[in-house]
């Protein structure tokens, strides 16, 4: 009954141990900068897989241009707008 707990309780502290030994500062052993410790001047050796070249759509047709009419004008009939009048006219 006790076991998953202690089980879960050790592995958080593994786990906790584990992230303090990445994360502590250390001095950087970059291959240009003098090599892996042995003083070898190569470049690592990464595999890449070969890039994936994808075909274009055969057509590439633009969508339908929409078609908007403009908005129907209304006739405005003669008023007063405050202190000045305003003759009829179109919106």
Do not use: C, N, Q
């Amino acid at each position: 009954m006790f076991v998953p707990k202690r089980l879960g309780a050790v592995a958080v502290v593994a786990a906790l141990a584990a992230a303090g030994t990445i994360a502590m500062p250390h001095d950087a052993k970059a291959w240009w900068r003098g090599g892996y410790g042995f003083g070898l001047w190569a470049p690592p050796i990464v595999a890449v897989p070969p890039p994936v070249y994808v075909a274009p759509p055969v057509v590439y047709a633009p969508p339908p241009v929409a078609y908007y009419p403009p908005p129907p004008r209304v006739w405005v009939p003669p008023h007063w707008e405050g202190p000045y009048w305003v003759r009829g006219h179109w919106s």
